[in-house]
């Protein structure tokens, strides 16, 4: 199972944001409509397997749930989409190579953000609420509590939670286009997603499906669901940009520089 090097995974990051911001309007909408949709069957998973359980098994629940819903991540990137959450580290990171404007960044997240909210809402009307599956016993119940639970968080502690969900998806991200091999790049995703789930961070695209289907069963307002849903993708974009991408692309960057100097002087004394 081969894979790459740090220093070479953020080149690859880099290679990735250029191209994302280079699909077309179709192409785009198209794929982060699939992520959107992907990202809401891995939660629409995670409730049909862990809503049956009894409530003294919290704790097993909770880790067999993260085990599915890492699938979610493992179709988009494998299979193709554009995640709003994964790109809030890829492209900014192909800005700070100027590869990139600040124009790119800001087009691709909107058109990402709505494409993914499509595809979302899509999976939680379509088969949540026209086929039930969030909305029948026992399973009504777990996706109100869902969103229950992240409705009631501060705007502070949805923001903080925020950051440390796309903290771990960025970095699976990042290990994904580390792998060489299918099976490698599923493990790397696999790994810090569940973390990620299993913790119980806030993710703004898996809320686009769970709060919406809570929705759709006649509970909360859209007035809530935009309370989370500010400081949640505030969050994400904290956690990719800063703690995976401009932290990766100071101590790489630099380790580089630092390697290449070095080499330079080397030749120089051979020369001498």
Not at 198 to 210: D, E, L, P, W, Y
Not at 227 to 256: C, H, M, Q, S
């Amino acid at each position: 199972m081969g894979f790459s090097k740090p220093e070479n995974i953020l080149e690859l990051t880099v290679e990735n944001g250029v191209k994302k911001v280079k699909y077309s309007l179709v192409q785009t909408m198209i794929l982060g409509f699939e992520a959107g949709a992907f990202i809401a069957i891995g939660y629409l998973l995670f409730i049909r397997v862990t809503a049956p359980l009894s409530p003294h098994l919290e704790g097993l629940s909770s880790l067999i749930g993260a085990s599915v819903f890492p699938i979610g991540l493992i179709l988009t990137l494998l299979a193709g989409g554009e995640l709003l959450t994964g790109n809030m580290m890829a492209v900014p990171l192909a800005w700070m190579a100027s590869k990139v404007s600040t124009r790119h960044i800001l087009v691709n997240w909107f058109l990402v953000s709505v494409s993914n909210f499509v595809g979302a809402i899509f999976v939680a009307y379509f088969f949540g609420h026209l086929v039930g599956l969030t909305e029948t016993a026992p399973y009504l119940g777990k996706t109100i509590s869902i969103a229950e639970h992240k409705l009631e968080a501060s705007f502070l502690q949805a923001f903080i939670s925020g950051i440390g969900c796309n903290w771990l998806v960025s970095a699976a991200v990042w290990l994904s286009y580390g792998a060489n091999d299918m099976f490698g790049k599923i493990a790397g995703i696999w790994f810090p997603t569940m973390t990620f789930v299993a913790i119980g961070f806030q993710h703004v695209v898996a809320n686009m499906f769970v709060i919406p289907a809570a929705i759709f069963a006649g509970h909360f307002s859209w007035m809530a669901y935009l309370d989370n849903f500010v400081p949640v993708f505030l969050g994400n974009a904290v956690g990719g940009t800063i703690f995976i991408a401009i932290a990766y692309w100071y101590a790489y960057r630099k380790n580089e520089s630092a390697t290449t100097v070095s080499k330079m002087i080397k030749s120089m004394e051979k020369v001498g």
